[in-house]
């Protein structure tokens, strides 16, 4: 123990010694510590072992005597492995709280050379080593070890003592409300106290325990129970001890009774029936003395303590019963609130049955000359009714169907197609294979490709039919409003004489003619400062989140202001991409918001460059496919746990939050992801906090066996996507607008 330790200690056991005295509590005087015996210390062996589960490690020490030591992390079939992940066991040294002398990560899957059973020679000291698995995903398998000095094992508990302060009456009951303080020394075990708990009352809950930070406030009327206890480092916790009191109202004049009221929530049937379960929230406000107590009953049952929203299963009608009391012994009158509670109807598993037809002009090898028409029919046996139909062609992504789809490009083809009912089951994509040959026209050679089914104008909907012309080019393939114009009146010019022609031709009539005029003065395209050429991917409309697909865990919900949150409904890792397009170099901008409850921060990213997510020839779990073959540009500013921060390029290149700083919570940012080649620039409200090269050789760091390095697998174009990390990761997105350089 150096010099500074030591005057560190002696000034830690003076201030202990005197909250304790203050508290009725003397601490036991410090005896000298002996030299460390060498033999305790001996054969010293820590195992960590993991399985299939991504939140937690199957087992972890707690506890360990500072010396020498044997670090084994099996993560094989044996510990419970059976999925082939992989996971690692990483001591954190960046984070001034804990040590940092031991620099440790083991990455440990069942299919490696040591069959996921590896070992490390450490030296471990005095404190707590933060530990935790680096892979993406894995964010929850972390924990501490705590490891204590001396010669023997601490196994005496600490002491404790609480005292009760207030203004009391006669009787010696607390007038108003009493303040609780407790007190806890470890002189005799020697490892020092880790912390303190209390609970209220003899429910004998184990939840009911809750770390102890500063005196407990119980204003309450009534009598009280405190019973608190307090661990050791070594692990060791004290017999529980408990404080005894009574808490009477200030004298008052309040003769009225409080205010009530409440409110049934839950998923309903048309018939305002509850599907599996309702829930009743109570309230309850006084003007005078204060609320004191609020009780329900359900049905005929007795009263209970309000102290949440009460959850009702049990299929029938409910009455639940419910009445508050003030400080001054005013009761208010009994309330009811009514409601029923029904099964939800059967659910729907089935798939639609899907069929397609081709139709077209076939010479003699069957080959259909000109183009061919595909029709994609579907049926939903299972009751919930089809939703939409789906088709890719050619291996591009699955949009959706609404027309027959008709193909003139000369050569062979191949047209996927699937349904999805009301319910979300998706039926097995089916394809159907043909070849077109080419007639005496040739293929139109057409500005643009947009099949949507309306001419839209920037973001403007202009409402008419984005037809075929007599160019054999669509109305909005015409229009070029993805083109970057210099000037609001030249582009307004250009969709005249696209319009003149086409209502000389026919194609439109003079109502269509003034509606896309009208959108194209709308859509702002060419003004300086309005689009600056970037394409809007996410507007804030239905529509346009419709765009978006989810996958994996988790889920993104829109608000009613447009942006999207995360992790509101469902817990998971997933991601929320966009699969109408992939981009090569490109200037994304888009804003972004930590929601995360409480004072924590929230983890999340953006996916960039990944391919096409589903049926990938090497990873069944679509999620994964941009983590793998992609690159995640971090949005995380907790100043614990992963250590890549807000503007990191996940597993590749660290920001930190020394380097960057700490992005305000809870208002909104600017974004912009610039790519260029295989240059990344991230700028944060304007400022670059970020630049990387993605050079050949290149892979995680620290290694991971899973990362397929830029051996031809970093693609140089691809998609977007948004991560969702969990309920407890809320991130909200909004203006998302990409711009291909």
């Not at 003076?14 to 305790?40: D, F, S």
């Not at 490892?191 to 009911?208: E, H, L, T, W």
Request: charged letters at 20%; aromatic letters at 8%.
């Amino acid at each position: 123990m150096t010099r500074q330790a030591t005057r560190q200690r002696r000034v830690l056991t003076v201030l202990l010694a005197a909250v304790l005295m203050m508290l009725g509590l003397q601490a036991a005087p410090t005896a000298a510590q002996p030299e460390r015996a060498a033999a305790a210390r001996a054969a010293q062996v820590l195992t960590w072992t993991a399985g299939d589960d991504i939140t937690k490690y199957v087992s972890a020490p707690t506890t360990a005597v500072a010396g020498q030591a044997t670090i084994v992390f099996e993560n094989s079939a044996a510990t419970g492995n059976t999925i082939g992940m992989p996971h690692t066991l990483t001591f954190v040294t960046s984070d001034p709280e804990f040590n940092n002398d031991v620099e440790l990560n083991i990455l440990a899957n069942p299919n490696d050379d040591m069959g996921g059973r590896h070992t490390a020679e450490v030296t471990l000291t005095p404190g707590r080593y933060f530990y935790h698995c680096t892979i993406p995903g894995h964010g929850q398998m972390q924990g501490i070890l705590v490891v204590t000095e001396g010669s023997g094992e601490d196994t005496t508990p600490p002491a404790t003592a609480a005292q009760v302060t207030g203004a009391q009456n006669a009787k010696g009951e607390y007038v108003g409300s009493a303040s609780v303080a407790i007190g806890a020394t470890d002189e005799a075990g020697g490892s020092g106290v880790d912390r303190i708990q209390y609970a209220v009352g003899d429910s004998g809950d184990p939840a009911d325990w809750i770390p102890y930070t500063a005196p407990i406030v119980v204003d309450q009327v009534g009598a009280h129970k405190i019973r608190y206890r307090a661990f050791d480092k070594a692990g060791n916790v004290s017999a529980e001890k408990s404080a005894e009191f009574t808490v009477v109202a200030q004298p008052s004049d309040d003769t009225s009774p409080p205010d009530t009221s409440a409110t049934v929530t839950g998923e309903q049937n048309p018939d305002g029936t509850y599907i599996d379960m309702a829930t009743v929230t109570v309230s309850a406000s006084d003007t005078g003395s204060g609320v004191n107590t609020i009780e329900y009953a359900v049905d005929t049952g007795t009263w209970q303590p309000y102290t949440a929203p009460v959850m009702v299963h049990q299929v029938g009608t409910h009455t639940v019963r419910y009445r508050a009391t003030d400080k001054a012994g005013n009761a208010s009158p009994e309330k009811t609130a009514r409601f029923t509670v029904v099964t939800a109807a059967p659910q729907d598993t089935t798939p639609p049955v899907t069929g397609v037809s081709v139709e077209g002009t076939r010479n003699s090898d069957g080959a259909y000359v000109g183009n061919a028409k595909i029709a994609v029919s579907a049926t939903d046996g299972g009751g919930s009714g089809v939703d939409r139909i789906e088709y890719s062609l050619d291996g591009g992504p699955y949009i959706a169907y609404s027309i027959p789809v008709v193909v003139d490009r000369a050569g062979a083809h191949t047209l996927a197609y699937r349904a999805v009912d009301k319910a979300g089951n998706t039926s097995t994509a089916r394809t159907v294979t043909f070849t077109v040959v080419a007639s005496q026209v040739p293929a139109p050679n057409c500005p643009e490709y947009d099949e949507r089914l309306t001419v839209i104008v920037g973001t403007v909907d202009s409402g008419v039919p984005n037809r075929l012309t007599d160019s054999r080019c669509r109305i909005n393939e015409l229009i070029e409003d993805e083109k970057e114009w210099t000037s609001h009146a030249l582009f307004l010019k250009h969709v005249k004489t696209v319009l003149d022609q086409l209502l000389g031709d026919g194609v439109v009539d003079q109502r269509e003619y003034d509606a896309i005029q009208e959108a194209a003065g709308e859509s702002g395209i060419g003004r300086p400062g309005q689009t600056e050429g970037y394409r809007t991917i996410l507007d804030g409309s239905a529509g346009s989140f419709a765009k978006w697909q989810q996958v994996g865990g988790g889920s993104f919900a829109q608000n009613p202001d447009g942006s999207i949150t995360s992790g509101t409904t469902q817990q998971g890792l997933g991601m929320l991409w966009f699969p109408q397009r992939k981009y090569g170099d490109f200037s994304l901008k888009l804003q972004w918001r930590d929601d995360a409850p409480g004072a924590g921060n929230a983890n999340s990213g953006v996916f960039v460059r990944f391919p096409w997510v589903h049926d990938h020839p090497e990873e069944s779990r679509p999620e994964w496919v941009a983590i793998k073959y992609g690159h995640e540009v971090q949005v995380l500013d907790r100043p614990d746990g992963d250590m890549y921060k807000t503007g990191s390029v996940y597993g590749f290149d660290r920001v930190g939050l020394a380097g960057a700083g700490v992005t305000q919570k809870g208002t909104w940012n600017d974004y912009e992801i610039r790519v260029v080649d295989q240059h990344y620039s991230v700028y944060r409200n304007g400022v670059l906090i970020n630049e990387f090269d993605n050079t050949g050789g290149q892979a995680f760091t620290p290694p991971r066996a899973d990362d397929p390095g830029t051996d031809g697998r970093r693609f140089a174009s691809g998609y977007i996507g948004l991560q969702v990390h969990g309920t407890t990761d809320v991130v909200s997105y909004r203006d998302i607008r990409i711009k291909e350089l």
